[in-house]
């Protein structure tokens, strides 16, 4: 499916769109230092601001007494969660995020956890020594960090009283269909079911079961989420104070003024930058309540969390156990999912467990029979804000399903994945997917894939060889619409935006794009921040560069338009000259304009310039046929993404391998490299997919080889994992990423394109790549001692 609701989305020759290496519009600012992140907002007179941290996994505050912590000096204000200001806040879990709840109370449902008290003092040292003040009546509360122990029936329950009407506890959204009973003890539930399961058991050759187990893990956000607000006299946006807020992005703007009840035109930021994050959307308290201490106070304040305070899941926890029938051949006949997933702390989002039910892997088989029961456990492990695309609807289930499979018939899984994959059309089309056989045939060659028995190859320096193969689409987010302005001015044009600069480059595609529209060079498009424009590059990485360019490369194309409609009326009616450079200044005879009697639709752009069609060496540059100042706007969206069929149809895709060495003496496992190869499309920015891939393959790794969040089961407590402490691999840790791009042109965003998105993230392809080399199997992380233990050596 090509672009063909968009404006010249065949477009076949490309000057702009998909160059390497063209420099991010603020690369420089960030590499200097000139950057300015929320942290780094130290203004006069400003007051620090510190909350109260749960030192146990599940706890109330019974009462406090904030007589001795007043009494210092240097504290200013000290509220508790009876205070009428906090009471009058509720709190959603931001963009996408969870729902609404009680910004502060006195519950705590996890270590670390803001809860009951802020204090705002002169500085951080005395808002802490007023911390530990504070007399503070706690009643420990039974907990659940073990989810399997959490909803047996004898569990205790966490949550009397489920804060939430649907079925999915600290879900944000629920997406997940069928007849679900209601919640039990700790436990909602999540069932879907499509097709005759047990007739498709029943038509089964072979039947596997076998369990997917994926442990929580975290990314690194580098730069500690907080802010810094103050008030201020306002002459221009209506009566009272406006409010000035630094260390927020975008969308969390739009929290603050249904947060704090405030017009939206009366918020200002100056920091566009954000911090690298991995499909985090979520607003941390520590951004929320600095306006509210700020009005309290008449001072600036800040609060912003330490890197104890920052280690949120990008994947919960998940139990999953598979029943899967199959033919002689390898042809799938029915897939029974079991799972066991952690809810989360309240105000986690639903995204990473019933969001799998809807957009799982399983209907890009051929197999119309599936079924999918969920339990959602309550627990207080911690929070996963959004969105838990680690690995993308647990997408893994089904490729240790089709390794297995293989493993079996004593086949090679490419073959048994190609069987069983459907045709782009419905899960009935016997066509194959030309993404997915271009994919197929590119990794094939890098790899020189041979494929091989489990256990049965070793390498020149004996340790064994293993390697793994999974597939997945290319998705894009189609759910954002998109605000769009361009303005030429003095020959240049603007793109204004009100950011944020997240990492993904989102805003330099834009550029790109229009400047492949306009016939001009990267440097001709000028992106202005302003936080009060419009304009918002939502959509996370690749996947929503290629939909906010899609409604970009609208709106240049109805500036194109205007500027040769200009044209043509400037070079039969020529304005007064605007002084010297412009057809010889004043007092000279200005040329023969070589546009004069023309139409627009005889004219072009290209190489910076107003063209003539027919003769192209005709034409003036842009700044000379076009004085006038043109503004051109477009809102909408990309047609719906294939994505959206839950894989019931499907357009672009990618592939991954994972080749291994394991030392079957000492237990170490070293990924040999990573090799990809995906389909986007249509590459925009060639630097940031590349980038992204890399990031992607690395997460992966880190996941399934060195993370891991190790609990007290007597206190609920977490025992490892805090930004401190952990030790992170360093660029020489990383593993070989092979990649090769395609450009099918075979989706419907800017000019056929789609992205990445989190589809190559991935929880299991290092771990067959294991079991590939020993023959069993190793939970994540593959730590060198759980892979002597499999092997009987510890």
Known sequence: MADLAGVNGTRKDFSVVGKPNLPGVLSWSQAAGVAKFGIDYVVPDMLEARFLRSPYANACIKSVDTAKARAIPGVVDILTWEDEDIRNLRSGGGFMGGPSQAFLDNIADQEGTEVGVIVVAENEDICEEALRALDVKWEVLPHVVDLRKGREPDAPVIRPTPPYAKAGGGGGFRTGGGDNPPKKGNVSYSNMSDGDVEAGFREADHIIEYDVNTAAFAGHIPNPTGSVAWWFDDAYHGGGKSLRVEGIPAWTEDSIADLHHIPPEKIFRESMFLGGRYCDWGNRKTQLITPLLAKRTGRPVRCVNNRYEMYDFNLNQRYVHMKVGFKSNGLITAIDDFSIADSGVRGSSSFGNTMDQTYGPYFTTRCGNVRQKMDIVDSNRGNMYVSGQHN???????????????????????????????????????NPVPSYEACVAAVKKMMNWDWHPAGSRKLPDGRLHGASFRYNQCPRHSVSGYITKLELRNGLVHLPTKGPIIGHFGLECNAMVIAEELGLEYKDISIDFDDHEAYRPYGGGSDGSTASSWAMKECANILKKRILEAAIEEANNPPAPMGFGM????????????????????????????????????????????QANLFATYSGRPPAAIWTQRGKALDVMNVATCEVAVDTETGEVEIIRFGVVADPGKILRRTSLESQIDQVMDFSAGCQLQEEFVYDQKTGVKLSTNMFEYKKVTMLDMPRVDMDLLETRGSNACYGG??????????????????????????SPATPEKVLKALGKA
């Open 392 to 430: 993308p609807m647990s997408w893994d289930s089904l490729m240790v399903g089709l390794y297995l499979i293989a493993e079996k018939l004593g086949k090679d899984p490419i073959e048994i994945a190609t069987l069983n994959l459907h045709g782009p059309e419905s899960q009935i089309d016997p």
């Open 583 to 626: 057809m010889g200044g004043f007092g000279k005879k200005q040329a023969t304009n070589p546009l004069k009697g023309l139409k627009p639709e005889d004219l072009d752009m290209k190489d910076g310039k107003v063209i003539v069609k027919a003769d192209p060496e005709k034409g003036l540059p842009l700044a000379q046929a076009v």
């Open 754 to 779: 789609s992205g990445i998105s989190h589809s190559l993230a991935n929880t299991h392809l290092a771990i067959m790549a294991i079991h590939n080399a020993i023959g069993k199997w190793v939970e």
